[in-house]
């Protein structure tokens, strides 16, 4: 089975600190994704990776930049954290198929 | 575009029929299907293809119907274990691998 691996399950950051979600899949996958979910607003598209050093903005990219210097690794960064990023943030992982997601990072912002 | 998933919630009794619609404004390549637990991640279902023949299980199936760019997700004599959130993710025509979700529905199901 695919495994997509979030390191940090809940996280607690300060406004304006510089925060860094990482994710690490282990099937080579070529796609890599940064969701985040809010209760009714289902999931919202952050940034998407489809290989190595190239990204795209996704439907929320503001205040978040990503990074992927290795294949099965794929950064989020909250460059100066604010209180409006307080969600939960899943990563993806997909070869032309279905999403496998990790378990999720819940991150407060206070 | 953020495709519009009906009902919003829905709960049944143990082997009752539940269907769920995902409806876009936009042309799309392809359907996904999740469904998420409270405090888990989201699992994958199924995916449904433009062109493609319905999908599914015996008892979750979906289809898609490319000229409205709706698809719907059936589930059959459904079990305490479908208990959940849905959602449908839709990628538009292009093939490309990002896919938009809608907000999800919750599903709930008594003994």
């Known amino acids: 089975d695919v495994k997509v691996t979030q390191s940090s399950r809940y996280l607690v950051k300060r406004t304006g600190e510089k925060v860094f979600l990482e994710c690490v899949q282990d099937?080579?996958?070529?796609?890599m994704f940064w969701y985040r979910q809010d209760p009714g607003l289902g999931l919202r598209l952050i940034y998407f990776?489809?290989?190595?050093?190239?990204?795209e903005k996704g439907d929320i990219p503001e205040g978040y930049s990503v990074s992927r210097e290795k294949k099965e690794r794929f950064s989020l960064i909250l460059e100066s954290a604010s209180t409006n990023q307080t969600s939960m943030y899943l990563c993806?992982?997909?070869?032309?198929?279905?999403?496998?997601f990790g378990s999720g990072t819940r991150l407060t912002v206070v | 575009q953020q495709p519009v998933q009906s009902p919003q919630a829905v709960i049944l009794r143990e082997g009752e029929d539940a269907v769920i619609n995902c409806s876009s404004s936009?042309?799309?390549?392809?359907v996904h299907w999740y469904r998420q637990k409270h405090g888990e991640a989201p699992v994958f279902l199924m995916i449904?293809?433009?062109?493609?023949e319905q999908k599914g299980h015996e008892k979750i199936s979906a289809s898609f119907n490319e000229k409205k760019q709706q698809s719907s997700l059936y589930l059959t004599a459904s079990q305490l274990s479908y208990s959940g959130t849905y959602f449908c993710?839709?990628?538009?025509?292009?093939?490309?691998?990002?896919?938009?979700f809608g907000k999800g529905t919750k599903l709930t199901v008594n003994p």
């Open positions: 993806a992982s997909s070869f032309w198929g279905g999403y496998t």
């Open positions: 099937m080579d996958h070529e796609n």
């Open positions: 990776s489809y290989d190595v050093k190239m990204k």
């Open positions: 936009k042309a799309l390549y392809s």
């Open positions: 449904l293809l433009k062109g493609g």
């Open positions: 993710g839709t990628a538009p025509q292009g093939g490309s691998e990002k896919l938009v």
